[in-house]
């Protein structure tokens, strides 16, 4: 199973961007499915994350009331719609699947390549 993000690009301060994570196979609803960012320099965070059965969420504190992570299940794709971007937002986006809940990238077992969003002022 591979996944593939996808949706990043440039967008001025203020603006939106919606990312895809499309899954090569099905998503059981065991699992969860997170979304990571690195910007050059810095490790990678947390964003948010979403069970993939319940539909639950989590969110960072820094994009919280911005950010919207969803799914459909019958795409199996996953979906992170950003709002109020920052400059602060600029990096790659990873998403990312685990067997639980985890703030810790290290806790996710498969990785898509990445999206870059850069956001000017």
């Known amino acids: 199973v591979q996944l593939q993000a996808s949706g990043g690009g440039l967008v001025q301060a203020g603006g939106s961007l919606r990312l895809s994570c499309a899954s090569s196979g099905r998503v059981y609803s065991s699992l969860l499915m997170g979304w990571f960012r690195q910007a050059p320099g810095k490790e990678r965070e947390f964003v948010a994350a979403?069970?993939?059965?319940?539909?639950?969420?989590y969110y960072a504190d820094s994009v919280k009331g911005r950010f919207t992570i969803s799914k459909d299940g019958a795409k199996n794709t996953g979906y992170l719609q950003m709002s109020s971007l920052k400059p602060d937002d600029t990096a790659r986006y990873y998403c990312?699947?685990?067997?639980?809940?985890?703030?810790?990238?290290?806790?996710?077992?498969?990785w898509g390549q990445g999206t870059q969003v850069t956001v000017s002022s």
């Open positions: 990312a699947t685990a067997t639980s809940y985890s703030t810790r990238d290290y806790d996710y077992n498969r």
């Open positions: 979403i069970r993939w059965g319940s539909g639950l969420t």
